[in-house]
């Protein structure tokens, strides 16, 4: 965990492409050995740090969401709220999330667990368009990611989550009429583990000299 806290921190100050094993093992405190003992590569440790991070996010969001009402649509919209203002609420994750983009989303996230289920749900209930449930997948998390990229950047407003939910709704075939109250669901609390990588990583006495930028504090 000390070795993914700090891969975290390093990956988001120097970018995913860099090669950071010294650096990691530098900031975790651990010797080059121990180091290999749990990671061959820089990717292996990019992919244990993505998958770990994943985790993380999708437990707290479905937790979460857990008492929304049975509404595939609601919990679509509340949970993509949801990874929004996680994200832009700690600003480490932000970075990391922001430099990894694609590279965060595979088959192996548990987005593509907790995603198709709602959205074929909310097909039989005509609430999505017909399409493929992949294609579907596509807009959202690109929609995210591109948001993600936004608010680090800044100047984003407090509604921008909102914003970007709405938009992508429409885009999956809800109703104008709908959206409002689909985006205007008071967003549930989460819940961030002081065990998590989450909040490990963000806590970490020198994240704050690691990170060169922050995200944007929402603008009126």
């Given at each position: ?33 121990s ?5 061959r ?24 969401i ?27 994750v ?6 990894a ?6 088959r192996?996230?548990?987005f593509?667990?907790y ?58 075939g ?32 020198f ?14």
């Open positions: 965990m000390r070795l993914l806290e700090s891969a975290m921190i390093v990956f988001a100050q120097k970018g995913v492409g860099a090669s950071v094993i010294a650096d990691v093992v530098e900031a975790a405190e651990v010797s080059k050995g180091f290999y003992n749990y990671f590569t820089n990717e292996e440790l990019f992919q244990a740090l993505a998958a770990e991070l994943n985790r993380d996010i999708v437990r707290m969001i479905q937790v979460a857990s008492n929304v009402e049975d509404d595939p649509s609601l919990k679509v919209a509340t949970a993509f709220r949801c990874y929004l203002h996680l994200i832009r609420s700690h600003e480490l932000a970075q990391f999330v922001a430099g983009g694609l590279q965060l989303v595979n192996d996230s548990g593509y667990d995603l198709p289920r709602h959205l074929r749900a909310g097909q039989r209930r005509g609430q999505f368009n017909d399409g493929a449930v992949g294609t579907m997948i596509d807009v959202v998390t690109g929609a995210g990611l591109m948001a993600v990229h936004r608010m680090v950047a800044g100047g984003t407003s407090r509604r921008y989550p909102e914003q970007v939910v709405g938009l992508v709704l429409g885009a999956l809800v109703t104008p009429q709908d959206i409002p109250r689909l985006i205007n669901f008071p967003v549930p609390e989460l819940s961030v583990s002081p065990d998590s990588l989450l909040a490990r990583a963000q806590g970490s006495a994240a704050h000299d690691a990170i060169q930028q922050t995200p944007d504090r929402a603008v009126e």
